[in-house]
């Protein structure tokens, strides 16, 4: 059993298993990931099986960890800790003093022991549809958007906003933006900042009035504007998880943040 750089040719056994799973993930997101942090994107393998997966993104101080995944008949072999310890010493190395993660109630266990606390829960939303995807008029990436996002989480992260805008629609303006980003059969709102409500409405509007498609959206529950904004779309809870993080406490603001940029795996 070895641990090694998750390659190319990792991606698709690791799409299967994660479908598997039920996650929703994509060829794009781990090119990203591979791309960005190849240090800290890792596989577990044994006589040329890949048993385990992680990834492990630095943004400028900050980390995110994502794609903890162990196939059922390996569990309980220590597999997910090694990779999990791992990808937080390349994160470490590289200069990140928070590092982030969303848990299931199976795994907080495991990131508690290596010194994560709860700061909130993660809410994922979704609005039916049938329809095929009919994306918003794109509006170039903004400087006030970067702002508002650094204002969200604490630092700055310019590379995966550039990721998300380039994959989808970006709209917006001065007080807010909304990324939309395709996920096969369906669409991901995310990353989506605003300032202030209204912002947040209006950005939303836009995209409900377009789209005839399934639309998913992960939103931090201490956000106490997200729900009524949501329920009145006709978007459900379909699921929550643990936002944890470890290392230095970030200047965290929930209030401005209305979508993630990820399912999960990249903050």
Not at 14 to 34: N, P, T, V
Not at 169 to 188: D, H, I, T, V
Not at 194 to 217: C, K, M, N
Request: hydrophobic share 40%.
């Amino acid at each position: 059993m070895r641990i090694a750089r998750f390659t190319p040719d990792d991606i698709h056994p690791f799409l299967a298993l994660a479908k598997d799973e039920g996650w929703i993930s994509h060829r794009r997101e781990l090119a990203f990931l591979l791309e960005r942090s190849p240090n800290g994107c890792l596989v577990c393998h044994e006589d040329n099986q890949a048993l385990g997966f992680v990834t492990a993104v630095r943004h400028e101080r900050s980390g995110w960890i994502g794609n903890l995944l162990v196939r059922p008949g390996s569990r309980g072999r220590g597999i997910g800790s090694a990779l999990f310890r791992q990808a937080m010493e390349v994160l470490a190395l590289e200069g990140a003093v928070t590092v982030w993660l969303t848990a299931s109630a199976a795994g907080r266990p495991l990131y508690e022991r290596n010194g994560f606390r709860c700061c909130d829960t993660i809410r994922r939303w979704e609005r039916d549809g049938a329809g095929r995807p009919k994306h918003p008029a794109t509006t170039p990436l903004l400087p006030d958007w970067r702002a508002i996002d650094y204002l969200g989480w604490g630092d700055a992260r310019d590379a995966l906003l550039g990721y998300a805008a380039a994959g989808g629609s970006a709209l917006g303006a001065e007080q807010g933006f909304l990324m939309l980003q395709p996920l096969g059969g369906c669409s991901q709102i995310g990353p989506f900042g605003a300032l202030v409500g209204s912002t947040a409405e209006a950005l939303l509007d836009q995209v409900v009035a377009a789209s005839e498609e399934r639309l998913l959206l992960d939103v931090p529950a201490a956000n106490r504007a997200a729900p009524r904004m949501l329920t009145a779309r006709r978007f459900t809870v379909m699921g929550e998880a643990d936002l944890m993080y470890a290392g230095k406490p970030p200047a965290y603001h929930p209030e401005c943040i209305y979508g993630l940029a990820s399912m999960g795996s990249i903050g």
